[in-house]
């Protein structure tokens, strides 16, 4: 069994391995997408293709769509060669549940893989081609955070940026200038409408996507590339609009045990890679079931039929308040807290850790007892539902191989939404945030964390972050088993703004936190005698 239009056409082997094919007709969806596509996606790595390609499936399933999603990838070209080329663009998607069963399916509804490459004519006269046909009515994104920005710590554009300013747009390179260049070409062709929509899992995405843009087009109006008319087009909502949004779903890199249920189900060549620019991908894609996308309904050229396939269709207050609710009560907190805790007691799945008597009080703590006061409640879902399917059906998934280690990346950057957008509610709503623990407690972990010390005194290495060095730095001196060689070492840290977005000693549980830190310190042991005595 080989996952190809030809491969696919021995339904019966298929059936027979409890792996779904697309009931209609692939090429022919491919073939009409080709002719007028309406849906563009930049990005195509693991969501996507489960996710937003499994949106595109069920429309086309259900006969409300005939069209499918036209791929661009403008970062790791070697995903074309390897994975969507190799496999006629049909990815087999497998939903891991929490009894451990599994729901797999082909999906056919990726139609074309584009490499944005405007030093190539075949493709960048396709992309040109495919953005001046008046029917596109979406491009969609999911480059991640980092695909946005255009300049470094210091305000000034990054290397790659001013060589795309610079070379205006009949030569762009990254992901920005690649998408401001083929705007301008609809522009040129006839100022037809689209929507510009941002599907990354960052706060104001639209907003980011939209300046990103605009920043670009106004650096070439500058420099004589583009005119005024072209930076008014883009700036004109009713023309190009850069709806917000929320997406939700847990997509860890292929599991090497569910390769290994697709082989003894008889799928050849499914094996994961390693491309040259280190993305983990495969033939299939492993996510868990629950998923969530909320779209600002902001469409100038229309769309598809999104709310069909379960997408949330609403305004943007409506789409900032659910992405509040994730990322500063239900899930984001808890997952960090996990993240920082599990790497200092030895665990190495997010999951066992909700085993872990003390682990499973802490998230309760932080979410549905210390989050829920001061919880934003978008109405369009329920805040207390949608943290009891994260306590109880989405982190303790044992079938999601997901580690602490990966979700620990970056924490610096983000504490301060995770936890210091709650503590600014209690000092709104109680004047001070001394009503918490667990919250606290969490930070006193993570503070821990950064001395890459475990439990059992042995050293770990800790995860990716931009600001490993200077927290280090401010740590040094203290040792674990050696509570006296501490001296006010954090209050840099639980006093900086930048940080928590708030200074915790005016918020009054700077002292709580370093008296937590304190005795988690005391030797070896001492992380989980505190956490006994919190928790």
């Known amino acids: 069994m080989k996952l190809t239009l030809e491969g696919i056409k021995n339904k019966a082997q298929w059936e027979a391995a409890g792996i779904a094919l697309p009931s209609y007709d692939v090429e022919k969806v491919a073939e009409n997408t ?38 661009v990838e403008t970062f790791d070209f070697d995903v074309v060669d390897k994975i969507y080329e190799p496999y006629d663009n049909l990815v087999l998607a497998v939903t891991l549940k929490a009894d451990g069963s599994t729901d797999k399916k082909v999906l056919g509804s990726l139609t074309e893989a584009i490499k944005a490459q405007s030093n190539i004519p075949e493709y960048w006269n396709r992309l040109k081609a495919i953005f001046t046909n008046p029917d596109l009515q979406m491009v969609s994104f999911t480059i991640t955070e980092k695909g946005y920005a255009l300049k470094g710590a210091d305000g000034s554009y990054f290397p790659f940026i001013q060589a795309d300013i610079d070379n205006g747009p009949e030569k762009p390179g990254a992901a920005m200038a690649v998408v401001c260049a083929l705007l301008h070409e609809r522009y040129k062709a006839n100022k037809a409408p689209l929507a510009v929509v941002s599907m990354d899992n960052c706060s104001h995405n639209g907003e980011k996507l939209q300046t990103s843009i605009l920043t670009m087009a106004k650096e070439w109006q500058a420099k004589g590339f583009v005119e005024a008319g072209f930076v008014e087009y883009l700036s004109d909502e009713k023309q190009i609009s850069f709806p917000w949004s929320m ?184 004047g001070d945030a001394k009503k918490l623990t667990a919250i606290p407690l969490a930070i006193a972990g993570w503070c821990r964390y950064l001395l890459g010390v475990d439990d059992e005194g042995n050293t770990f290495e800790r995860s990716a972050d931009p600001m490993l060095e200077e927290l280090s730095k401010a740590l040094e001196g203290i040792e674990v088993g050696k509570p006296e060689t501490y001296n006010g070492q954090l209050k840099s840290i639980l006093s900086n703004a930048n940080i928590f977005g708030i200074d915790l000693y005016q918020a009054g549980i700077g002292e709580k936190i370093e008296g937590m830190f304190l005795e988690e310190i005391a030797g070896h042991g001492a992380v989980r005698a505190t956490l006994k005595k919190y928790m």
């Open 34 to 71: 080709k002719k007028s596509p309406v849906w563009v996606h930049f990005g195509i790595g693991n969501i996507f293709r489960i996710f937003i390609g499994g949106l595109a499936d069920t429309l086309i399933s259900e006969g409300t769509a005939d069209k499918g999603i036209t791929c």
């Open 247 to 430: 997406i939700d779903k847990i997509t860890p890199r292929p599991a090497d045990s569910v390769c290994a249920d697709l082989e003894k189900s008889g799928v050849e060549e499914i094996a994961p890679v390693i491309t040259s620019k280190r993305t983990y991908i495969a033939p299939f894609v492993n996510a868990e079931g629950p998923q969530y996308l909320v779209i600002e309904d902001k469409f100038p050229n229309g769309r598809p039929a999104l709310e069909k396939a379960g997408v949330y269709m609403t305004d943007r207050d409506t789409v900032n308040k659910v992405e509040r609710m994730k990322v500063t009560t239900c899930l984001n907190p808890l997952h960090t807290a996990l993240a920082v805790y599990g790497c200092v007691l030895g665990y190495t799945l997010i999951a066992d850790e909700m085993k872990d008597k003390q682990l499973n009080k802490l998230v309760h703590e932080i979410g549905p007892v210390e989050g829920m006061p001061v919880v934003t409640d978008p109405g369009i879902l329920s805040p207390s539902a949608f943290v009891d399917e994260v306590i109880n059906v989405r982190i303790p998934n044992p079938f999601m191989p997901d580690t602490p280690q990966r979700i620990a990346t970056d924490t610096s950057q983000k504490v301060g939404i995770r936890y210091g957008e709650t503590i600014k509610s209690y000092v709104e709503k109680y």
